[in-house]
């Protein structure tokens, strides 16, 4: 099993920038493809971005397409989403798992973006 935990998340102003952190446990970790989810108040748990073990190919949301950048250092055994030219629309809390997900979520972390 891998161990997830999410950090980097905080208070922005609609425009700004944050990069998250996902540190994952377990020797197999660049065996997995990875992804970022999010979960907006009395919404359910929606997919963000995707990166492949192997050959790093990534898929993104429409929603957040040419704003946000998923990667991945495999030595680091971590996962990492820049978001640039934030929205309020994007304020959720943010998980990462395997993709697709199998793992016990994680704690996440929360991005607020001000209006």
């Known amino acids: 099993q891998v161990q997830l935990e999410e950090s980097g998340g905080g208070l922005v102003q609609t425009g700004g920038s944050l990069r998250l952190s996902c540190a994952a446990s377990?020797?197999?970790?660049?065996?997995?493809?990875m992804g970022w989810f999010r979960q907006a108040p009395g919404l359910a748990r929606e997919f963000v971005a995707r990166?492949?073990?192997?050959?790093?190919?990534?898929v993104y949301a429409a929603s957040v397409r040419g704003r946000f950048t998923i990667s991945r250092d495999n030595a680091k055994s971590t996962v990492y989403l820049q978001m640039n030219s934030l929205k309020p629309e994007d304020t959720a809390v943010y998980y990462c798992?395997?993709?697709?997900?199998?793992?016990?979520w994680g704690q996440g972390t929360q991005v607020t973006v001000s209006s």
């Open positions: 377990g020797r197999t970790f660049s065996n997995y493809a």
């Open positions: 990166i492949v073990q192997s050959d790093f190919s990534t």
């Open positions: 798992n395997t993709h697709p997900p199998t793992q016990p």
